[in-house]
């Protein structure tokens, strides 16, 4: 390791170039140290985390980008709880790019945000970081005032004596400077919380956002800066043949015209004249390993895998998930519950578009721009302009939404302004710029996904074999080495599935997966696998609880109960209480329900819907979620509801199709999305719990479109299979 250290030309080439072929065999915290050399670690005495003004304001360092979710008040308020700090005087920073300092401990150790984690890998740090700067200031008072540690209070900022004496954080900020922090701070019990849990956590970009003085990508302008924008292929998989830009460098404002790896370049002084520009382009595409199949011929042959009438050209074949009992048993019968799931490619459709801006030098690059995965960011600009991952400066703005767009393994689009940049030289800044056409064309998406069901029951009508086929997209192919050792399958395509409470409840299951390949980029998206297996589950279960004759939230009782699902049941019977199951529905509606676990919580949903043209119109919405210790209530409330409006919207109207390869969609026109008049009323209730916290900015999404489809079949008394619900 000390030979790879001081060889800094292998290390470069190695660790960027081969997408980390290098850490393999090293310690998570070796791989994390080789990918932050050259990072800068100035940090203060109080450490990584917490910077006090002579004014004695607070300033929380936060590692996780905010771009809608509201996590840096959440992340605040974990350091001021154990701080005792006046929350009115606590501000929140975007943290450098270091992987070893703020890594993120639930998605393999790099910086990034992902996974609903924020909160959940920030909770012990934060709290230690608070407490150990508690301890410090305290120690600092002790001794200027002569008096034992044990006798001084710290509440709303303020170290307090009995004797009269009192001080805020920046009178004894040199003194507690000067303090060792203490390597075990002793926490609070949280049930001596004053802050966390409470209303007074809430949002603190709300008055920056609405103002405009919070900063986004598209907001940065610089000295000399130039635009860019890219012509893609049509299709995926293709190749520039050769350009002709001879009008598109007679557009006024038109700087240059480049051929980068993903398309054909045009730098301009302006975005209109950029894109006039690239309008004016003539660009010949190589499509010999272009994708183009239609979206429906590969659904049509996901469907002729899971069935068994083709094998597929995969090396790796089916792989189990879940197996219990006699497999054999789980292949269906005369009377068994067969359905088939189809659920198509979406789109992320955040409400700003991919951009970035890159300043590269030599061997040096400064990005700005809402960056999700810092540490993916920071190597494949690496392996561009040949430097060490930790020299990559990154400024992390806000951004307008991602719901993983931002995080893939390739940085698509902040490599490709990385690119530019480089060509362009001299130090130029380069704004890359996406339009929303390019990101619904060529971007990335949520796998198609078909399942097979096939569920026997028993004479209670419970089920007694459950045979499973998933066929989907691998989002983990083509994951870097520091990823950690290949799994045997991507689990991500069947979480939800894998280990759901119905399968622990069923005597013999046979869930099985492949993982076709296709030209089509795919990509987490919001709640990831849950997406589709959420759906799967809990639709299934609604149409056997039909079958025997039993109410769907009873039917899940019997389960959870069996299964010993406790945090289902409380969530479910919460849900229930509050939505009034049971008792008549307001006239005209239907109610349908569902429960769902994904990123350590649980939800449960009692949608209320009535048909209007045969279109489903959903009014109302109760939320139950146990996410553990709630650290700020309305931030739940509001990620419940935005969560259960982005999950609606996508299993109304959310499609992506091809046509020959091509992408039918461009915009908002073609790619439907809810409004706010079709927007439910959400009512959100949160389990009390001691647990640490887990997640909450997906787990609402799943869970809401099979509530509908339940209360669909319960109007009509047939499944809804086959997604988005509204067709066309």
Do not use: R, W
């Given at each position: 390791m000390n030979q790879l250290l001081n060889r800094r030309g292998f290390l470069t080439v190695s660790a960027t170039l081969a997408g980390g072929a290098l850490?393999?065999?090293?310690?998570?915290?070796?791989?994390?140290?080789?990918i932050s050399l050259g990072a800068e670690e100035d940090f203060g005495p109080f450490g990584p985390f917490l910077k006090f003004a002579k004014?004695?304001?607070?300033?929380?360092?936060?590692?996780?980008i905010e771009?809608?979710?509201?996590?840096?008040?959440?992340?605040?308020?974990?350091?001021?709880?154990?701080?005792?700090?006046?929350w009115t005087r606590v501000t929140?920073?975007?943290?450098?790019?270091?992987?070893?300092?703020?890594?993120?401990?639930?998605?393999?150790?790099a910086q990034g945000t992902g996974g609903s984690s924020a909160i959940a890998n920030s909770w012990m740090q934060l709290r230690n970081a608070g407490a150990a700067a508690r301890a410090m200031f305290i120690g600092a008072a002790a001794k200027s005032w002569d008096v034992p540690a044990g006798e001084i209070t710290l509440a709303n900022g303020v170290l307090a004596h009995a004797s009269g004496k009192t001080a805020g954080f920046g009178d004894l900020l040199a003194e507690a400077a000067m303090v060792p922090p203490p390597a075990a701070p002793k926490l609070k019990d949280p049930k001596t919380f004053t802050l966390i849990g409470t209303d007074r956590v809430r949002r603190k970009d709300s008055v920056a956002k609405s103002t405009g003085v919070a900063r986004y990508t598209q907001d940065v302008r610089l000295p000399g800066m130039l635009t860019a924008m890219v012509a893609h292929a049509p299709r995926f998989g293709a190749k520039v043949a050769s350009f002709d830009d001879a009008a598109a460098k007679k557009v006024p404002g038109v700087v240059a015209v480049y051929k980068i790896p993903t398309g054909v370049a045009v730098v301009a002084n302006s975005t209109w004249a950029a894109k006039s520009g690239r309008d004016a382009l003539k660009v010949t595409w190589d499509e010999a390993k272009a994708e183009k199949r239609s979206s429906a011929t590969i659904a049509q042959q996901y469907r002729d895998l899971a069935s068994g009438k083709t094998s597929g050209p995969e090396k790796n074949g089916w792989a189990s998930f879940d197996s219990k009992g006699e497999a054999a048993k789980?292949?269906?019968?005369?009377?068994a519950l067969?359905?088939?799931?189809?659920?198509?490619?979406?789109?992320?459709?955040?409400?700003?578009?991919?951009?970035?801006?890159?300043?590269?030098?030599?061997?040096?690059?400064?990005?700005?721009?809402?960056?999700?995965?810092?540490t993916l960011d920071q190597i494949n600009t690496a392996g561009i302009v040949k430097n060490l991952p930790g020299t990559i400066k990154i400024d992390t703005l806000f951004a307008g939404g991602s719901f993983g767009r931002r995080a893939n393994f390739q940085s698509d689009y902040v490599t490709e302004c990385v690119h530019i940049a480089k060509k362009v030289g001299k130090g130029t800044p380069v704004k890359l710029v996406w339009t929303r056409e390019d990101d619904m064309r060529a971007g990335y998406y949520r796998p198609m996904v078909h399942h097979a069901i096939r569920v026997t029951t028993d004479a209670d009508g419970m089920p007694a074999t459950w045979r499973h086929r998933v066929v989907s997209q691998s989002i983990m192919k083509g994951a870097p080495a520091l990823a950690g050792p290949k799994p045997k399958f991507d689990s991500s395509a069947v979480e939800g599935a894998e280990g759901s409470p119905y399968l622990k409840a069923t005597p013999v299951v046979d869930g099985q997966v492949i993982s076709p390949d296709a030209g089509v980029p795919v990509l987490w998206w919001r709640s990831v696998g849950a997406t589709h297996t959420a759906y799967v589950m809990e639709h299934t279960i609604d149409q056997l609880a039909r079958r025997a004759g039993k109410d769907p939230v009873d039917y899940r009782r019997a389960l959870f109960t069996k299964a010993k699902a406790d945090r289902h049941l409380a969530v479910l019977n919460l849900a229930a209480e509050k939505a009034g199951w049971g008792a008549p529905a307001p006239a005209g509606w239907t109610r349908g329900v569902a429960v769902h676990e994904s990123f350590g919580s649980v939800v449960a949903q009692v949608a209320e819907v009535k048909l209007e043209n045969g279109v489903p119109k959903v009014g109302r919405v109760v939320?139950?979620?146990?996410?553990?210790?709630?650290?700020?209530?309305?931030?739940?409330?509001?990620?419940?509801?935005?969560?259960?409006?982005?999950?609606?919207?996508?299993?109304?109207?959310?499609?992506i199709t091809l046509t020959d390869g091509l992408v039918d969609q461009g915009n908002f026109d073609g790619y439907r999305v809810l409004r706010n008049s079709e927007a439910p009323t959400v009512e959100t209730y949160i389990l009390r719990s001691a647990n640490p916290p887990s997640g909450v900015g997906e787990p609402g999404t799943p869970v809401i479109g099979p509530a509908v489809a339940n209360a669909i079949l319960a109007i009509t008394g047939k499944p809804t299979l086959n997604l988005p619900m509204v067709k066309g």
């Open positions: 850490l393999v065999g090293c310690t998570p915290a070796q791989q994390m140290g080789l004014d004695g304001a607070v300033t929380v360092i936060s590692k996780h771009f809608g979710q509201g996590n840096h008040a959440g992340l605040a308020a974990i350091a001021a709880e154990e701080l005792d700090a006046d929140v920073e975007q943290a450098a790019a270091n992987t070893k300092v703020y890594g993120n401990t639930l998605v393999g150790g789980a292949a269906g019968g005369a009377n067969e359905v088939d799931y189809d659920f198509p490619y979406l789109a992320h459709a955040t409400m700003e578009p991919m951009n970035c801006v890159a300043i590269v030098k030599g061997n040096s690059a400064h990005l700005l721009f809402g960056s999700q995965f810092p939320t139950a979620i146990d996410c553990g210790i709630a650290i700020s209530p309305d931030q739940i409330a509001s990620q419940m509801e935005g969560g259960i409006c982005y999950g609606l919207s996508a299993a109304m109207f959310g499609a």
